[in-house]
């Protein structure tokens, strides 16, 4: 069993919503538990990019909201976490688990997939994909070491929920500024709920289905993604998004798309990521 961390943390108001803990504040943790299991399987974050040049991008997550949780719960929250490898040491998996202090029962499983890269530039951090090897592999255990490759939760969650009843759908522009940009000026992974969450909230204001409404009212019970490519400092995009009934609530569809690839209105754009979220029902 790979080697597990567990580290306690107060709560404060800017954790949560009015429905749960914030889906960016969740993401927040789970680039905690990565930095924090790189450091303790293998070495100082600093030391991988510095003195072996590796360092890992993230390709994907899965989050689950798995009862509810607000405020007035608990003042502090317990993680454990945990990280190996799979695909034959080509991708790297991390399993977090959020509790109240003192309590046995979970309120949050999240899951981070991360792509191995060396790096090959200098302070832009230039990298390219390779599965992780000498002596960063070295320092991990055998059972830290999944030869199995994961599902692509994505593509399987995004035909399942699409088979239910359009419900609404919209296209919501934006700009990548420098507060969600991480050291090479490329979008951090966590702005994806943000993102998502401007799109759903934007289609319960303008009316419509009155079922849209709920995407203020309800809170999620998962957020997952797929992210296939970065964007960059002032990037302008676009988040196109389609409202599903499923399973008894919706289930919202985003393609988040990056700047146009040439000129003109009708210019390809290229799909950067796609996150589904299915709010409680």
């Not at 994961?150 to 700009?175: H, K, M, N």
């Not at 957020?223 to 296939?228: D, G, I, Q």
């Amino acid at each position: 069993m790979p080697r597990r961390f567990h580290w306690v943390r107060p709560l404060h108001t800017l954790d949560f919503s009015p429905l749960q803990l914030h889906p960016t504040m969740v993401l927040s943790l789970t680039i905690e538990a990565l930095a924090t299991c790189i450091r303790g399987q293998l070495c100082d974050w600093r030391v991988l990019v510095e003195q072996h040049r590796w360092s890992t991008v993230i390709v994907g997550f899965d989050v689950r909201w798995l009862r509810p949780f607000t405020f007035f719960d608990a003042s502090r929250l317990e993680l454990d976490c945990g990280m190996r490898t799979r695909k034959d040491d080509q991708l790297l998996e991390v399993q977090l688990e959020l509790r109240p202090e003192s309590e046995d029962e979970r309120v949050v499983s999240a899951s981070l997939l991360c792509r191995p890269v060396e790096v090959t530039g200098g302070a832009a951090l230039d990298a390219r994909p390779a599965p992780m090897r000498g002596a960063p592999l070295a320092m991990l255990r055998d059972d830290e070491r999944e030869p199995s490759a994961p599902g692509r939760v994505v593509p399987q969650r995004e035909a399942l929920v699409s088979s239910g009843s359009l419900v609404a759908e919209r296209i919501t522009d934006f700009e990548i500024s420098r507060d969600e940009c991480e050291v090479a000026d490329q979008w951090r992974f966590s702005v994806l709920p943000a993102l998502a969450g401007r799109a759903r909230e934007a289609l319960a204001m303008e009316g419509g289905d009155p079922r849209v409404r709920h995407g203020l009212s309800r809170a999620l019970a998962s957020t997952t993604a797929e992210l296939r490519r970065p964007m960059y400092l002032r990037e302008a995009g676009q988040v196109r998004t389609r409202v599903y009934e499923h399973e008894g609530s919706l289930a919202y569809v985003h393609h988040i798309h990056g700047a146009p690839l040439g000129p003109g209105p009708d210019a390809e754009r290229p799909l950067c990521a796609t996150v589904i979220e299915q709010l409680r029902a």
